[in-house]
């Protein structure tokens, strides 16, 4: 099979299902969206070999893989978001926030290669959600929207955590 069809090159693309939209559409913006994120995710992995998120990380990628079949579809055969899932993201920052100093001021993106990667990633995941956030219901499916916000938390949380694991300090926002 050939990776390229030629049927893009007039401005267009195909969902699943057949249906052709442009590539500007809202679907189109929002799934690629939360494509961009979950390779921003395999570059956090890449950088992040044997870290204990690693699994969590690439069960997140599937996740967004599952939200994208949704929103790349013409209907309702791809449920998106699983509720479940919400919960396992909150269960995870929990976990993660006891081995964390509280935040006492806004902090940089930064510290630790890793860390940088997830800020870059929960800044991909808020877009994502601002253009998911733009489709009806039935586009995204009824979860989509919670998970995505709920994961931009997860990021951040888990770039603290990355920084603290690799004995790397957050730089703290002082104002002069």
Same mark, same amino acid.
């Given at each position: 099979?050939?990776?390229?069809?030629?049927?893009?090159?007039?401005?267009?693309?195909?969902?699943?299902?057949?249906?052709?939209?442009?590539?500007?559409?809202?679907?189109?913006?929002?799934?690629?969206?939360? *494509? $961009?994120?979950?390779?921003? =995710?395999?570059?956090? @992995?890449?950088?992040?070999?044997?870290?204990?998120?690693?699994?969590?990380? +690439?069960?997140?990628?599937?996740?967004?893989?599952?939200?994208?079949?949704?929103?790349?579809?013409?209907?309702?055969?791809?449920?998106?978001?699983?509720?479940?899932?919400?919960?396992?993201?909150?269960?995870?920052? *929990? $976990?993660?926030?006891?081995? =964390?100093?509280?935040? @006492?001021?806004?902090?940089?993106?930064?510290?630790?290669?890793?860390?940088? +990667?997830?800020?870059?990633?929960?800044?991909?995941?808020?877009?994502?959600?601002?253009?998911?956030?733009?489709?009806?219901?039935?586009?995204?499916?009824?979860?989509?929207?919670?998970?995505?916000?709920?994961?931009? *938390?997860?990021?951040?949380?888990?770039?603290?955590?990355?920084?603290?694991?690799?004995?790397?300090?957050?730089?703290?926002?002082?104002?002069?």
């Amino acid at each position: 099979m050939k990776i390229y069809t030629r049927s893009g090159d007039d401005g267009t693309t195909s969902l699943l299902g057949s249906t052709r939209v442009p590539k500007h559409s809202p679907k189109v913006e929002a799934y690629g969206t939360v *494509d $961009e994120l979950a390779s921003a =995710l395999g570059v956090v @992995r890449a950088h992040w070999k044997d870290s204990v998120l690693d699994d969590q990380i +690439h069960q997140i990628q599937a996740d967004l893989f599952e939200i994208n079949a949704r929103l790349a579809s013409s209907g309702d055969r791809f449920p998106g978001a699983n509720p479940i899932r919400v919960d396992a993201l909150e269960t995870s920052i *929990d $976990e993660m926030e006891k081995e =964390l100093e509280p935040l @006492r001021s806004f902090i940089f993106p930064g510290g630790s290669v890793p860390a940088a +990667h997830l800020h870059v990633a929960r800044t991909i995941c808020r877009r994502a959600e601002r253009r998911t956030s733009r489709l009806d219901e039935d586009d995204r499916g009824a979860h989509t929207l919670r998970y995505l916000n709920r994961l931009a *938390d997860w990021l951040f949380v888990a770039a603290r955590y990355a920084n603290h694991t690799l004995k790397v300090d957050d730089i703290p926002w002082v104002r002069d």
